[in-house]
């Protein structure tokens, strides 16, 4: 392995690449009350995918952004599009069957050459390359479980190649490759079909916070400002839906947090897209940034607002990539959060059975981009009443014992042990303690606070009990937010909403 260097320094704000590296337009907020043929609440990749689909078909479409457009999941994606979405086969055959492992690769290949043709026949200008795609193991388990894998790739046809190594100083015990998948620059790619959007007629609306539907033949969105827009379907593609309608989706998924650098290297990237079949977690991809060839290094996944000092993470990537690859600069860094199903698989359909009007993609479990575009597609033809072969696969209404019931009571085991700890976990240090950038729980008018001292010193202070169901949140030291242990809301220093499912922002105490 070449000689471990000394630390390299990471940036001292998160900021991703992507959203630094594009224009993307801004549009208005809504003003007026709207009658339309869809309205879709999300402005990222599934519900930007979801509407231009939509307005080629002829429909009126708006689409109610929280924030501004792809400032969410989607800006912080490592931009993978791929249908090997780690050690996946192997444990849908056992859970759901063959015919349905196939049709999970066959929907995330469909995905892929919609995303490849779009680009090429739009010309669209997004950095897109093919690449092979590649899981590595470094234990025996890991082996094991990789020749599992690709005995499950032959069963189901798909093509893919054992080899004993692959081109890092990494030592691996076996690696499974799957040819001819891409990766890309998200943001460009879904500003192209942005304007293609607003081309046709379709409303894009910006910091639109949307808090309820009203249910009906007609359902209408209702937004924080009192606003209504009306359609005939509502697509609920804001990651975490909106609107639970009662499909408890809270229960039934769980936030996972990772973390991603962007750096120079001190040789030439190799080619291809690697992940780790053992923990933690390693990923990699070459980027270009400002023309010159650097490398995405990824990993780290654990539960929202649990585990270790968040800072940390980013400096295991760091060590690792020094070790493998040898680090000059670190240029960017970055975390993102994605929601897991209790059986790995999207919840892509009628958000419960009886309201068929209102349609949910979620749960995508750090694979997006190929799922967001599956998603977008079967939305599309829930909308217009046609049969798309993927839509019982991904339905949120399924229910498989295993391995659904364990997960699903392990998840809320977990949710109720936080609840009580939290509420019990009386802090020692106080506002005054804190230095400059520092946040921390302190204890406050003798109770339990939030505390946040910015760089003019002044201190931000705030309840920690999340909004959405009385959780107590937990200080990120990497990203500089307040994260909810129980369902992943997560706040900024101030309190502000930045994740759901909470809509309401953390009580101010000053």
Not at 102 to 115: H, K, V, W
Not at 166 to 190: D, G
Request: proline residues 4%; hydrophobic residues 35%; negative net charge.
């Amino acid at each position: 392995m070449p000689e471990h260097h000394s630390h390299v320094r990471l940036p001292e704000i998160p900021e991703a690449y992507w959203l630094n590296s594009v224009h993307l337009p801004t549009f208005p907020s809504l003003e007026d009350d709207m009658q339309v043929d869809v309205v879709i609440v999300g402005g990222g990749l599934t519900g930007i995918t979801a509407a231009y689909l939509l307005v080629h078909e002829g429909l009126r479409v708006a689409l109610l952004e929280a924030d501004t457009l792809l400032h969410g999941t989607t800006g912080y994606t490592t931009a993978k599009i791929t249908a090997q979405h780690g050690l996946i086969y192997d444990e849908l055959i056992r859970h759901m069957g063959k015919s349905k492992a196939r049709l999970y690769y066959e929907a995330n290949r469909d995905a892929l050459s919609f995303i490849r043709e779009t680009i090429q026949e739009q010309r669209i200008d997004c950095d897109f390359h093919e690449e092979d795609a590649c899981i590595y193991a470094t234990t025996d388990r890991g082996a094991k479980q990789v020749e599992q894998e690709y005995e499950v790739y032959q069963q189901l046809g798909v093509e893919g190649e054992l080899v004993d190594a692959i081109p890092f100083h990494i030592p691996v015990h076996n690696a499974l490759s799957m040819k001819r998948q891409a990766q890309f620059h998200p943001l460009r790619y879904l500003a192209h079909l942005v304007q293609v959007i607003t081309d046709k007629g379709g409303r894009i609306f910006e910091n639109a916070v949307s808090i309820d539907v009203v249910d009906g033949n007609q359902p209408t969105v209702v937004t924080r400002d009192g606003h209504r827009v009306t359609g005939a379907k509502v697509l609920a593609c804001s990651h975490f839906p909106f609107y639970d309608g009662q499909g408890f989706y809270f229960t039934r998924m769980q936030a996972d947090r990772s973390y991603v650098i962007a750096a120079r290297t001190d040789g030439k990237y190799p080619g291809g897209m690697y992940i780790s079949a053992d923990s933690p977690t390693r990923s990699l991809r070459s980027v270009k940034i400002d023309n010159e060839e650097m490398v995405l290094i990824g990993g780290e996944s654990h539960r929202t607002g649990q585990g270790n000092d968040t800072l940390e993470h980013y400096r295991a990537l760091e060590i690792f990539g020094q070790d493998v690859l040898g680090l000059k600069e670190i240029l960017y860094r970055w975390s993102n959060q994605d929601l897991i199903t209790l059986d790995n698989v999207a919840y892509i359909g009628e958000i419960t059975p009886d309201r068929p009007n209102v349609l949910v993609a979620t749960g995508y479990r750090k694979w997006g981009m190929t799922t967001g575009t599956a998603a977008a597609h079967i939305l599309r033809d829930r909308v217009l009443e046609r049969n798309n072969p993927y839509a019982p696969l991904y339905t949120p209404s399924r229910f498989y014992a295993d391995p659904s019931l364990r997960t699903f009571l392990a998840q809320n085991a977990n949710v109720a042990a936080h609840l009580i700890k939290g509420k019990f976990d009386m802090p020692l240090k106080s506002a005054d303690d804190l230095a400059k950038q520092e946040g921390s729980v302190v204890s406050f008018n003798g109770a339990r606070a939030g505390a946040y001292r910015d760089d003019e010193g002044h201190v931000h202070l705030v309840d920690t009990t999340c909004t959405h169901l009385g959780c107590e949140v937990e200080w990120n030291h990497g990203d500089r937010t307040w994260d909810c242990p129980c369902h992943g809301s997560r706040f900024s220093h101030s309190g502000e909403v930045v994740e759901g499912p909470a809509n309401r922002p953390l009580q101010r105490l000053n």
